[in-house]
């Protein structure tokens, strides 16, 4: 039906489209102020009732602002005229709408953590209540300006605005930088590698015009979704690399198709009917199978990892719909002129070809080749440490970073990661016996009794600074395991970001199992069998083991920091990995799904494994790869970003791209397919029977392989 309609009206569909392209690209305009900044912090975890009732009991939870004052002229922070100016600093703090507590290093009980330990510095701490948005949006740009006129002033002292807080407003700030930048980058270097793989500029043009479509109407769904719930910046990254990637992704899929069929004798209109009605389905499935994979990320109760689920799904919504309704018309507009001017066999498709043939003869070979370098290359991520990120996300020229590295190297320890112990009971507590018991445990620094003026006390608990380099969830486990003969709950921003990386790992066996169950099931509809999607299911996790390898190895132990200019920290920050790893996933069942379609269709009109496999890796290896180029290209340029996170997301996720669509898809899918030959489509009688009644396929086309095509593979356009 809709092959019929866009083979009939393609000047309607074309016009349609540019309209709604611009209504849809008004609605986007207002997207990035819509989406929000999230903490990483849990929704409901023993430590945000803590902070809740320090809030409560003391009028201030763990501080989120901070300012960093420097003595000028050789002077120290005991200085008159610095004590005098550090009380107008606070007074400003004070007077802003917003804060409701402040304290620095001259309050009588201040702890002697708020001054470095040669006097050199010192620190006035604050704490915001609201959320991300209202602390980040609302009063930190306000104080940041109020500061900025003050310190015209001062004569004594240079004051740097700072706290975790200003940390990710900055990282914010420098994501949306990013992907300013991207836009500008990646329009130039798409076109152009589509442009030497059509070797047509017009059909380059047409193909990254539905990754543009798919990149504004996505961002237009994100801005209605923002009406319901929260959506992160973060998801814009996403929304562009992705919508352009899955974009052109499908349009390649749908355009070889095309190519294929114009070769074999097709007028147009048929050509281009019975390209949708093949590669259109498989586009239709793989779209669902990358849609079903991040959609698993809405097991994880934390908005910043659900955003990137509403961004997943709304990415392969718009550009399925691009690759199969607004593509189509395009081609039967272009014509024959979608064939390249010196058309004919592919070179690229002969090497494939004969690849596949020469594995295909040694099948156990190539499979022990391919699984060795793969183990070889996963191996470093059986190291992997997760833990919570800080400032050195960011690149040291940043101010707010600058404040944190003086920190740790001039103070004691990092005041603001105090780990707190609340009763639950209010009122007097006697908490002598349960703080002296804290103090002897290992990476405690020091322990403050605190006391509220109705009487309610609390501890808190300063972790040395050698204990916060280790990671402080240990410190907080310990301090959890004191049994106490008072109900006690331990929150602070130590027990916040461990609670936090709890509940991201804690749901990772779910997570992998949805998606393993979801890949089967997409697998299934397409060949009937129990075996393929069992065989890529194992394929994708050695796949993806190469991607956690080059983090662990690449980012955690610090290896590609001369390159890239990051800090290392010797730990990998939770939710990065399992966002690469649902989309690294869904993008590989994506080649998967096309991959087996093609040997499936010559299954089904050969009987034979072995040519089935050379001819499906010939004709689909081509556009795989030139696919993958792609995709690798667009995400790579986040490995430019100032910020660790997306520099780990651009580089994981090239190489994960790279690494599945060559060894995995060139190498041990042809080598296990031919070992294991018709068992490839075994399935228990019962769920044959269901595979005949829902089961989908691609459709068998005609015949197109030539004599010089026979031995490797069918002719595909290059």
């Not at 917003?98 to 702890?111: E, F, I, K, N, T």
């Not at 329009?187 to 990149?215: D, E, K, Q």
């Not at 916040?496 to 393993?516: C, E, F, K, Q």
């Amino acid at each position: 039906m809709v092959g019929r309609f866009v083979t009939t009206r393609p000047r309607r569909v074309v016009a349609i489209a540019l309209l709604l392209l611009l209504v849809l690209g008004g609605a986007a305009a207002g997207t990035m102020n819509a989406l929000s900044l999230n903490r990483f912090e849990p929704t409901d975890a023993e430590s945000t009732v803590a902070e809740r009732l320090a809030e409560e009991r003391f009028g201030a939870a763990t501080p989120n602002i901070a300012v960093h004052l420097t003595p000028r002229d050789g002077r120290t922070v005991s200085d008159p005229a610095v004590e005098n100016e550090t009380v107008t600093v606070m007074d400003v703090l004070r007077e802003q709408n917003g804060v409701d507590a402040v304290w620095s290093y001259r309050d009588p009980d201040a702890s002697p953590t708020l001054t470095a330990e040669d006097g050199t510095s010192a620190l006035i701490m604050a704490w915001a209540p609201g959320d991300a948005d209202q602390v980040r949006r609302n009063v930190l740009p306000v104080v940041e300006e109020r500061l900025d006129a003050l310190s015209t002033d001062l004569e004594a002292i240079d004051i740097v605005l700072a706290g975790g807080d200003q940390v990710f407003r900055a990282v914010a700030e420098q994501a949306r930088a990013d992907f300013l930048r991207a836009e500008l980058l990646i329009a130039p270097l798409v076109v152009g590698l589509l442009w030497i793989v059509f070797r047509r500029l017009g059909l380059a043009l047409v193909v990254f015009g539905i990754g543009v479509f798919s990149v504004v109407a996505s961002l237009a769904i994100l801005r209605g979704v923002t009406l319901f719930t929260e959506v992160s910046t973060f998801a814009a990254n996403i929304v562009l690399v992705m919508g352009i990637a899955l974009g052109v992704d499908y349009g390649l899929f749908l355009v070889y198709r095309f190519r294929e069929e114009l070769r074999a004798g097709r007028e147009v209109a048929d050509a281009v009917r019975t390209s949708l009605a093949a590669a259109g389905r498989t586009i239709v499935f793989s779209g669902a199978t990358v849609a079903a994979s991040l959609s698993v990320l809405f097991v994880f109760p934390f908005p910043f990892l659900s955003s990137f689920a509403y961004a997943g799904i709304a990415v392969v919504l718009t550009a399925v719909a691009g690759a199969t309704v607004i593509l189509p018309a395009a081609l039967m507009l272009l014509g024959r002129r979608a064939l390249a001017r010196r058309d004919g066999p592919s070179a690229s498709a002969a090497r494939w070809g004969r690849l596949a043939a020469a594995i295909t003869r040694r099948p156990l070979a190539g499979a022990l080749g391919g699984v060795t370098v793969l183990v070889l290359l996963g191996a470093p991520a059986l190291g992997v440490v997760f833990g919570p990120p800080d400032d050195r996300v960011l690149p040291a020229s940043q101010p707010v970073r600058a404040v944190y590295d003086t920190i740790r190297a001039d103070f004691l320890t990092e005041d603001a990661d105090a780990v707190t112990v609340v009763p639950v009971a209010t009122g007097p507590v006697d908490l002598a016996d349960h703080a002296a018991r804290v103090a002897e445990l290992p990476g405690v620094l020091r322990v403050d009794t605190l006391t509220s003026v109705t009487g309610d006390s609390a501890l808190r608990v300063l972790p040395t600074a050698a204990q916060l380099d280790r990671g402080a969830d240990e410190l907080v486990d310990d301090v959890r395991a004191i049994p106490s003969s008072h109900e006690v709950v331990v929150g602070g921003a130590p027990a916040l970001l461990a609670d936090y990386n709890d509940g991201v790992v804690s749901r990772l066996p779910l997570a992998a199992a949805l998606i393993a169950v979801v890949s089967f099931g997409v697998l299934f509809l397409m060949t009937g069998s129990v075996v393929a999607p069992l065989k890529a299911t194992v394929l994708n996790l050695l796949s993806l083991s190469v991607m956690f390898g080059v983090l662990v190895w690449g980012f955690q132990e610090g290896n590609l920091a001369w390159l890239l200019g990051f800090t290392p920290t010797g730990s990998i920050e939770s939710s990065i990995p399992i966002l690469m790893f649902c989309i690294a996933y869904g993008l590989s069942m994506d080649y998967e799904v096309f991959l087996l379609s093609r040997i499936k269709e010559e299954y089904e009109r050969t009987g034979d494994t072995t040519l089935s496999v050379i001819r499906g890796v010939s004709r689909s290896a081509p556009l795989v790869s030139a696919a993958a180029l792609v995709l690798a290209a667009s995400f790579a340029l986040y490995a430019t970003s100032g910020i660790t996170f997306l520099q780990q997301l651009g580089i994981g996720m090239a190489l994960a791209v790279l690494v599945d669509a060559t060894v995995v898809r060139g190498v041990l899918v042809p080598a296990l397919m031919t070992w294991a030959g018709p068992w490839n489509w075994w399935a228990p009688a019962p769920l044959r029977r269901l595979h005949r009644r829902i089961g989908i396929g691609e459709g068998i086309a005609p015949e197109t392989a030539t004599p010089s095509t026979e031995r490797t593979g069918a002719d595909v356009p290059g």
